[in-house]
């Protein structure tokens, strides 16, 4: 068998010391039954608050029913899903699980997810950037691209133990090609983790990296039910992972990571009947999506509007300052590029609904009457 063929290790990628660590043992996670629980310090009576009981007791760590969802909802099995605290939970367990403090790094391509350095800092981590190719061509529909082979060389060059791919990217709006992601992983193999963080999947044309778990396990997915979904106050984020790696995060997160009210929400978020909301929901971002490209493409006050497979647009603007003040003048506040590397005249502006976007519209064009 080729070196090649062999499938890569993921539980190699794991921190040294933490072989052994079990974590801590939660009241919840004792396989442990009866009909009387005194095992956990809690109340024997709720809080007068709390009409149906619901909140007394602490939660499962991993609810078994949402997990279940989650992992229907993704296409694959509940033990290769771990459910958290959104996917900002996420990242941060995947770096403490994998890099050594001060030994070890992360590589990220900026302009990209500010949590994945931020983590990376947190916990005494390197971050070693390797920036997209921002690729222009007014004719046609090039955006920011990755640069694999730059990313290969840095991966094997240095300590790098994670490599935090966003596909779609926020902030670009670019989606990866799967051939390209599963090829460095393979070049990775028993180095890196390429963690593919999907919050935006939904919007995207490009089929999840989840799919590629199975022949090469040292991939991971990120996903959230934050964005598409309509749920960011629940803040329910899963991790898709090879199964061993899944079991080693779930020893390094905090014992009952998700509140009961928010785990029952996701849940009932997750009904056929919700689903289709949620879908309807997508198609009518991707429709405004197109209208509101389509419209500042147009404005005279733009020099460039991203292609994008995500629920946000990334624009630059002649008059970036002028851009920002005016639609703030207009009650509108869009996320601030301007001190993003090689972004120094870019906003990115959500999809908002059809009146919010001709809002948006509406004060772009008058900037451009008074430029
Ligand atoms: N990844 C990306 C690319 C994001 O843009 C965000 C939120 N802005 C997150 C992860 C975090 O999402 P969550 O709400 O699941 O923590």
Redesign the pocket.
């Known amino acids: 068998m080729s070196a090649s063929a062999v499938k890569a290790d993921p539980m190699r990628l794991v921190r040294e010391d933490l072989a052994g660590f079990a974590g801590y043992a939660s009241a919840r996670t004792a396989a442990l039954d009866g009909d009387t629980w005194l095992n956990a310090n809690e109340s024997p009576s709720p809080n007068a608050a709390d009409t149906d009981g619901a909140l007394r007791r602490y939660p499962d760590p991993q609810p078994g029913a949402l997990r279940t969802l989650l992992a229907g909802l993704y296409g694959c099995d509940a033990d290769r899903l771990l459910v958290g605290r ?3 939970e996420a990242i941060d367990l995947l770096v403490r699980a994998l890099c050594r403090p001060g030994a070890d790094a992360v590589l990220v391509t900026p302009p990209t ?1 500010g ?1 994945y350095a931020v983590s990376a800092r947190l916990h005494g981590t390197a971050v070693i950037e390797v920036p997209l190719l921002d690729n222009e061509a007014p004719d046609r529909p090039i955006g920011f691209e990755a640069d694999f082979a730059a990313i290969e060389r840095a991966a094997t060059a240095g300590p790098v133990k994670i490599v935090f791919l ?1 596909s779609p990217g ?1 902030p670009t709006g670019s989606a990866l090609p799967l051939e390209r992601i599963e090829t460095l992983a393979r070049a990775l193999q028993d180095r890196a983790l390429v963690v593919v ?1 999907e ?2 999947g939904e919007f995207s044309e490009v089929a999840s990296a989840a799919s590629l778990i199975d022949r090469q396990p040292n991939i991971a997915v ?1 996903r ?1 039910l ?1 964005k598409a979904h309509a749920l ?1 106050g629940a ?1 329910i ?1 899963s991790v898709i992972a090879d199964a061993g790696l899944i079991a080693v995060l779930r020893r390094c997160q905090a014992p009952y990571p998700l509140p009961t009210p928010c785990i029952d929400f996701a849940c009932r978020s997750l009904s056929a009947e919700a689903i289709a909301r949620t879908d309807a929901g997508v198609a009518q971002v991707l429709a405004e999506r197109e209208r509101l490209h389509a419209a500042l493409t147009d404005s005279a006050a733009v020099r460039r509007v991203y292609p994008s497979q995500a629920n946000f647009l990334l624009v630059r603007f002649h008059e970036p300052d002028a851009a920002m003040a005016r639609l703030l003048a207009a009650g509108i506040v869009v996320r601030d590029q301007r001190a993003a590397s090689g972004l120094g005249d870019a906003l990115r502006i959500t999809v908002g609904t059809r009146d919010q976007n001709n809002r948006v519209i509406d004060a772009i064009n008058t900037l451009e009457r008074t430029q």
Do not use: E, I, Q, V
């Open positions: 959104g996917s900002d997810f949590m966003c926020n963080d919050a935006y990120l959230t934050s960011a803040r984020g």
